[in-house]
Nanobody, 121 residues
Framework: VQLQASGGGLVQAGGSLRLSCGAS????????MYWYRQAPGKQREMVAS???????NYQDSVKGRFTISRDNAKNTVYLQMNSLKPEDTAVYYC????????????????WGQGTLVTVSS
């Protein structure tokens, strides 16, 4: 399983970025997908999620500004980030959890390599 995140960069406050995460090695359409972020000196936190059926969920601090979406034909999940704030500065990671039933039941998390988003004031 590989997750490849891209799209980070330096942007001024109020600007926009779109992150992408391509997945391989999984049946993408069956997997819930997540975006997390980790700011310097802070714990990693979930930003947004999208189920295999397309249901989305967001951290309160990004509601109305960020949009998660997926393209199952491209095995890609996106995070559109608008009205960016300096406090959005972090390394952003995509994530999925693969459920396996054999040889034993397991829930295996996989992480992309992270992409840095820096928002200047």
């Amino acid at each position: 399983v590989q997750l490849q995140a891209s799209g980070g960069g330096l942007v001024q406050a109020g600007g926009s970025l779109r992150l992408s995460c391509g997945a391989s090695g999984i049946i993408f359409s069956r997997n819930d997908m997540y975006w997390y972020r980790q700011a310097p000196g802070k714990q990693r936190e979930m930003v947004a999620s999208i189920t295999s059926g397309g249901t989305t969920n967001y951290q309160d601090s990004v509601k109305g500004r960020f949009t998660i979406s997926r393209d199952n034909a491209k095995n890609t999940v996106y995070l559109q980030m608008n009205s960016l704030k300096p406090e959005d500065t972090a390394v952003y990671y995509c994530n999925t959890v693969v459920v396996r039933a054999t040889p034993v039941f397991s829930l295996d998390p996989y992480w992309g390599q992270g992409t840095l988003v820096t928002v200047s004031s």
